[in-house]
């Protein structure tokens, strides 16, 4: 119990130290070359926007991360949901993912001008921007996960007269859940490239509206500043995920 539970608490030691490392050689290189603030600001100076009030941080960054959650949560209930469908009726998984495919083909800057059309500015366009980049990889990858199970367990489940309900509750779901989440922590990534798309397109509000208001101005820190906080909701995200994935994956193979 000991070794298992020192075991990840060193590797975030590890990544700690790193991260720590990067941001003083880069404090360092900055201060050393002169480099102007406008060019590469030092993370010191960077850090020191956030006192700015004019840029309303907290509330730039609460609305972008709402529309990475809503576009990612919708991106995985939808994903998850088709493709337990395309698993059960695979005429339906005939027609529609070849259309999914071609629909995931569309740049998706070019649907931003579209969905502003259609629900106009705000919060819902940015989410389904997140979503509809974030959706494909979740649906392929369950069902993928749906489709590769032992044909041995199929085949004892079926002459036990098993329902279909108890072959996907007993043999499908447990066995697609690492695929679930390895396309998932795909999601998560490309949710928060939804997202900034979203607000780069037209928005009011939010991380990325606030990257094109200081860029104008050449507030390179507060640009940094917003990238950086843009690099932990997407790292915030990917640990939920990663999270879960211990806690039903891992869990469930201990138990086993």
């Known amino acids: 119990m000991t070794g298992g539970g020192a075991r990840p608490a060193r590797s975030f030691a590890i990544v700690l130290i790193v991260h720590l490392a990067v941001l003083v050689l880069w404090q360092l290189a900055v201060d050393a070359f002169h480099v102007p603030k406008f060019i590469l600001p030092s993370p010191l100076a960077t850090v020191q926007t ?83 980049i974030c959706f494909f990889p979740i649906l392929l990858t369950t069902a993928r996960g749906l489709r590769e199970v032992e044909p041995d367990l199929l085949d004892l489940v079926k002459s036990l007269r098993g329902s279909r309900w108890t072959l996907f509750r007993k043999i499908q779901l447990p066995g697609s859940l690492p695929y679930v989440f390895s396309g998932m922590k795909v999601g998560a990534i490309l949710a928060v490239a939804g997202a900034v798309v979203g607000e780069f397109i037209a928005s009011e509000r939010g991380l990325g509206y606030l990257m094109i208001q200081v860029q104008s101005s050449l507030d390179t820190p507060a640009m940094v500043m917003a990238v950086v906080l843009l690099t932990l909701l997407g790292v915030a995200l990917y640990g939920l995920v990663l999270a879960l994935e211990r806690m039903f994956v891992v869990g469930d193979a201990r138990q086993t």
């Open 50 to 132: 956030l006192g700015t009030a004019s840029y309303a941080w907290g509330t730039n960054t609460l609305v972008t991360a709402i529309e990475i959650l809503g576009g990612f949560a919708l991106g995985a209930v939808v994903g998850v949901a088709l493709a337990v469908i395309f698993s059960w009726a695979p005429l339906v998984s005939l027609v529609l993912l070849p259309l999914f495919v071609t629909l995931n083909m569309i740049p998706k800057v070019a649907l931003g001008p579209l969905f502003i059309v259609w629900f106009s500015y705000g919060i819902l366009p940015n989410i389904l921007i997140a979503f509809s």
